[in-house]
């Protein structure tokens, strides 16, 4: 044990203690400093864990504790978004969750407890670290979506989550120890070199691998294993629906990168057509039935399968290019996201939920800001220029096209438009229709740090773009390391 | 090695020996006259109300999950006890930091009252 | 005398183990059957009375009329039970009781297996009793059995932990998962023994063994006033002659851990003469009566807790005090010139 043993998991065991911390300050204070101090405590620990983050990060791979983890670019920008976004998360969910009594210490450490999980994920170099990380943030995510104990459909959510999802891990775990079978390691970046070298029958190794890319593909929901993520995000109480349809994707593109295109990256050709199949049919299926929604958060689940189905595009090209562009796409993904929920949190007040897409209409007329909001929101999902949501998909598609895959590129953007549908009628809705009067009026009153960064949110989709090459710099840099 | 278990294996096998031969012997030397009174499920005199697999205190679930966490804990701390010495100072905080972690379980569990029976 | 090792050296070795292992079980039978009259007897001389004394001289054939007793009064299975699990039940209850026996040290030599895991089988072992508990309740299908065994398998399974942090001390400082190792760790004294530095860990093995074996002050689950007889109200004959071998077996069974973990098994209180003549054999009896001998004695004393004091005590008092008294071994080894003192 060395100092540079704790120095590349220094944030994980911060955001960890601190967690723990937290949980136990929470038994001890008084009802009215609760929700205080566990909500400061933890954006300050958030804050702290994306600083040392970047403080201690390191442009190539630097292995700690034996070898478990790594610490390089890749896990540090992952990292820092993590971070950041969580803490959106939690400025965003406040006004929501305290008028639903879920505002409570556990929900401060089941978020921080996934986030180490997250983090674990991002950094990890070993199958059973990079399991354990996927294990703790799975249990953190199964419990907040049954946070809400008193609603049927938050334990339905919850039920069927947890269930798939323990499935998925027992699929993922079977993959895994299928490889070590193989190969005789459990190191990612000794994987690679090792299952190549095996002779003999390609059968097991193609069993490894798609055991391994079933259970990947089930926790980042893309089809045809995305069965749980429409009742999730439509069952689980908005506060943790908003946690767990942004952070978790950045931490499951780290694992799907470290995992197939470095930890098997010998067997491209096999996951790359796999791949392919997996992300026309997500981004087809989530396009199309999204259309079909009249709940905005079911409709934001399938929208979520499609965004998945993109940024696959990006990895299955196999170049560091498309690897980047898919980070950038990822990244802006959680941004973008981030924001739409935030809306959707910000409307939602004592009593009401603002989850029906009839419930946005007139939404001009009454709160002229949060529509606007929410209309450059659904341009960037959507992908219309001049968002940073355009220069995502833009990105990707030119990885695909440079790898010589045009027609999948073109599929790829007819599924696009066929997508924009359904998040301009929310735009249509909200401008052209009249006021709701069937309904209560959605009143958009967020507490005072959740406008400002909703505000900042919002207009960050537009205003980034100029320097928004940067990030793909960024990552292009942080992934050529690796390979 | 695996002789010195030899024995172990037999005086299981003499042990659960033993409990059939007790039953087999009470079930020979016994009489055996039932009648459906005596057989009925035992009430302090009525007859029976209702099921008997009935619905229990979620406590009890509560009990086992509970003990499920420290026994696998005990589990773990087993084989840390006894190479205490061979693995020195660094082994003993490191479990120390572990058992901390637990404990912070433990309190929250007591605090919200998983440990209570009134 | 040469005669009968050349006789004995030319036995198979299963017939070898299997005249050892008959060694210990038939006195162990007999002594179950008169640990039952000892606690009559004591009870009775604790409560000014004179206990049984019809059988035999001053009743001492009294547990031999039990048994025949037993032995010939009809095993009912009631007509709504699981009629396997009812009849497997009781096996499960013995096998453990008596199979954990395998390993004890009687003396220095005098050990039917000494395996490096030892310790690691009793407590596996002891873990099974609660099976037979669990299952007699379930296939019973009566209330009374089935809250019994309810009660009775959340109040061992909360003392099992309590026990297991105190057995991770005595390993601490013991080293060593082999019952000798651990008995011969603490030779020298009885200023030797571990009761002394693990005096905390000692009381609560003590009490847990107790409240393990489902014992007064901590027998709720048998509580005869309120659930009859708990999980075995419903069987007879030998079958509940079964799980009362069973419950003194175990009580047994405890007492000689106890003696072996924290006593000083058969080492001799004093290192000199004439303590030191006596076989290691005598003073592991001795000791093992005198533990067996509190388990009547608290019987006597005690008025039986309450079941949301015993939960309280095993979760709330015992866990803590032995947590914390781990990280105070731990702590006196590596970080003050007091380390000597619990190695």
Partial sequence: MTNQDILVVLPEIVIALMACFILVLDLYLPATKKKKFGYGLSLVTLMVGAGLSIVYSEPAPVYGLNGLVLMDSLSAILKVGICISTGFVLVYSRGYADARGLWKGEFFALALFGVVGMMVMTAS????????GLELLALCLYTMVALRIDSTAASEAAMKYFVLG???????????????GLTGTLYINELSASIVRHDGSTLPRTMALILVLVGLLFKIGAVPFHMWVPDVYEGSPTSSTVYLATAPKLAGFAIILRLLADGLGSLATEWQGMLLVVSII?????NIIAIAQSNIKRMLAYSAIAHVGFFLLGILTGEVSGYASAMAYILIYAVVTLGAFGVILALSSKGVEADLIEDYSGLNQSHPWAAFIMLLLMFSLAGIPP????YAKLSVLQAVVNAGMTWVAVVAVVLSVIGAFYYLRIVKVMYFDDLATSHPGLQFRPKQ???ILLTINGLAVVVLMPWIGKLTTLCEGAIEVLF | MLANYLPVLLFLIVASGLGVVLLVAGKLLSPHRPNEQKLSPYECGFEAFEDNRMKFDVRYYLVAILFIIFDLEIAFLFPWAVALDDIGIFGFLAMMIFLLVLVAGFIYEWMKGALEWE | MGWIMTTWDSLPLILQLGIKIGFIVGPL????????????????YMHVRVGPNRVGPRGLLQPIADVLKLMFKEMIIPSKSDKYLFLIAPVLAVTPAFAAWAVIPFSGTLVLADIDAGLLYVLALTSMSVYGVIIAGWASNSKYAFLGALRSAAQIVAYEIAMGFALVGVLMVAGSLNLNTIIQAQSGGLHQWFFLPLFPLFLVYLISGVAETNRAPFDVAEGESEIVAGFHVDYSGMGFAAFFLAEYANMLMISALTVILFLGGWNSPFDFPPFSWLPGVFWFLAKLSVVAFLFLWFRATFPRYRYDQIMRLGWKVFIPVTLIWIAVIGAFKFFTPFGFIFS
Wanted: net charge positive; no cysteine; charged share 10%.
């Fill in chain 1, 125 to 132: 170099n070993h199958l059973l670290s990079l399991y354990v």
């Fill in chain 1, 387 to 390: 968002t940073i949501g355009f």
């Fill in chain 3, 29 to 44: 039978i007999v002594a179950v059957a008169y640990y039952t009259l000892a606690e009559r007897k004591v009870i009775a």
């Fill in chain 1, 166 to 180: 323990a499935l998925a891990s027992g699929i993922l775990l079977y993959g895994m120890s299928l490889l070590y």
């Fill in chain 1, 449 to 451: 740090d959740a406008r």
């Fill in chain 1, 282 to 286: 997500s981004l087809a299926l989530g």
